[in-house]
């Protein structure tokens, strides 16, 4: 089965450039989630998107920014990075159900220089 | 969204089933429990989730207590396979009817099965 995909997969930027990272949905998934991990620490969520729309915000920085194009797939902005930025970061997606079992990709790992 | 509590780690003997328990005492009534797991900087993994009846799928199984104060998911047998953090979520089921819902991951348990 098609799975959410992710890229690139590995990412190495200094500090204070930018970053873009990629995400393209399962087939027919609508809505969009991005999720940060750093280093020993849980996911934690940064912002959604369904039907283009921005449907919901965590704790996710000013210098970031996000979209969800027609085509449903996602990108991730980042600029201004630091440090602190290195992590995994997850997309993850769901179909249009009542109930929406999230599916994640298989991360990107950025890493600040 | 309601917190869970769950041990930090736990062991199990390849082909035992492995039992990870997980307290959500706040739960509402409206509130599904979600189970993922994480292997190592891979993804998190969807498991199964459930509302109040017992559910099964090819991978787990996920008991809830009647009065749904606790959960136990279960993996019939064990393989080296299903080292991970297991996440126990609690939350309302997103979608188009009540919100997009993001998944809050506490702490896990870290389940280490050996041979």
């Known amino acids: 089965a098609a799975g959410v995909i992710q890229s690139p997969r590995h990412l190495i930027k200094e500090k204070r450039e930018t970053a873009t990272l990629k995400c393209y949905p399962i087939?027919?998934?609508?809505?969009v989630y991005w999720y940060q991990q750093g280093p020993g620490q849980d996911p934690q969520f940064l912002i959604s998107?369904?039907?283009?729309?921005?449907?919901d915000k965590g704790s996710i920085p000013d210098r970031f920014s996000a979209q969800q194009f027609s085509d449903y797939h996602s990108e991730l902005n980042m600029s201004s990075l630091e440090l602190g930025d290195s992590a995994l970061y997850f997309c993850?997606?769901?179909?249009?159900?009542?109930?929406?079992?999230?599916?994640f990709g298989p991360g990107t790992r950025l890493t600040v220089l | 969204d309601a917190k869970t509590t769950q041990p930090p780690s736990m062991d199990c003997a390849e082909g035992r089933a492995a039992n990870l328990p997980c307290n959500h005492s706040?739960?509402?009534?409206?509130?599904?429990v979600y189970w993922y797991r994480q292997i190592h900087s891979q993804g998190p993994q969807y498991i199964i989730h459930?509302?109040?009846n017992n559910e099964t799928n090819e991978m787990a199984s996920l008991i809830i207590t009647e009065d749904r104060k606790s959960s136990t998911l279960i993996l019939p047998h064990a393989t080296l396979r299903d080292t991970a953090v297991y996440y126990c979520?609690?939350?309302?089921?997103?979608?188009?009817?009540?919100?997009?819902?993001?998944?809050?991951f506490g702490t896990g348990t870290r389940l280490l099965v050996s041979p």
């Open positions: 979520i609690v939350r309302v089921a997103g979608g188009r009817n009540t919100g997009f819902q993001k998944l809050v």
């Open positions: 459930g509302l109040k």
């Open positions: 993850a997606s769901s179909p249009p159900a009542v109930t929406d079992t999230q599916y």
């Open positions: 998107f369904y039907e283009k729309m921005q449907s």
């Open positions: 087939p027919r998934h609508d809505t």
């Open positions: 706040t739960i509402s009534g409206n509130e599904y």
